[in-house]
């Protein structure tokens, strides 16, 4: 049974640093495309970063050039590198797994992070 669970979280100053990992359970971080999403209170879900099977990223313009989506997949984990953090970066971020050959995505439970200012 394929599971994700994010960690990392917490609460950083404004202009600080975090990594979220997401842990996956089954071996299909290879084989999917990883993204992590974020949700702020009263607002909708939006997609923050993801890497595809083949290594490719791609990112949202407003975390461009600070954050930074990486794969182990020797050890099923991808992180999410957030630097120089604003106070808008503040949500839930949650973790996805779409895999390459179909099937079902899944989700992690999310973890928060909160910027002061």
């Known amino acids: 049974q394929v599971q994700l669970v994010e960690s990392g979280g917490g609460l950083v100053q404004a202009g600080g640093s975090l990594r979220l990992s997401c842990a996956v359970t089954g071996s299909i971080v290879g084989t999917s495309t990883m993204v992590w999403h974020r949700q702020a209170p009263g607002n909708q879900r939006e997609l ?13 313009d407003s975390v461009k050039g600070r954050f930074t989506i990486t794969r182990d997949n020797a050890e099923n984990t991808v992180y999410l590198h957030m630097n120089s953090l604003k106070p808008e970066d503040t949500a839930v971020y949650y973790c996805q797994a779409v895999p390459l050959y179909g099937g079902r995505d899944y989700w992690g439970q999310g973890t928060q992070v909160t910027v002061s200012s």
């Open 48 to 60: 923050v970063a993801r890497i595809f099977h083949f290594g490719g990223t791609d990112y949202a």
